[in-house]
């Protein structure tokens, strides 16, 4: 995608600050690449998300179940 589309922006947008269009009406994309190149990063992005809350999400519960815990006693 990064040879595609560097920071994204052509995706959502169709004109640059210049007003230049980001692809001519002329230029096409392979689909069919795109959509595999994703299919390669998919299992990688499910690893991230099961490693961060591995070591983040047990924290962030944790910390929820304080805040309850002390606003329960508070009020």
Do not use: A, W
Not at 17 to 39: M, V
Not at 53 to 68: A, C, I, P, S, T
């Amino acid at each position: 995608m990064d040879r595609i589309d560097k920071y994204s922006m052509s995706f959502r947008y169709s004109h640059d600050k210049n007003d230049d269009k980001h692809f001519e009406h002329t230029e096409t994309l392979d689909i069919y690449k795109i959509k595999k190149e994703l299919d390669e990063i998919i299992p990688l992005l499910d690893y991230s998300s099961d490693v961060f809350y591995d070591k983040v999400g047990q924290y962030l519960e944790m910390e929820k179940e304080m805040m309850k815990e002390m606003y329960d006693s508070y009020c």
